[in-house]
């Protein structure tokens, strides 16, 4: 998103040479004589658009559902069982060649 936003203004951006004829090369080169012809310093507050702001929830009430869920081992038991993935399917599969 981030990235984006800053490509479209650095598009738009149009950079004044320090001296007059002499146009610096670089990340974000000098504007060629062509671009800087009928351009004028832009005074508007709000250059580039923000993204919208992410609206708060509301609060809620806590139930004792929610209490009961122990969120954080339901965290670790998923990112331990991804983990270990692989390697359980590879010793199943290799269970059940010896049984064969």
Known sequence: RNTARLEEYKNKLVLFPRREGKFKQGLIPDSTADKLKDVHQNS???????????????????TKEMQEVKAYRKIRIEKTNQKWKGKRARRAELEAEKGK
């Open 44 to 62: 508007d507050k709000h250059l580039m658009a923000k993204p919208a702001p992410k609206l708060r929830e509301k609060p809620v009430k806590i």
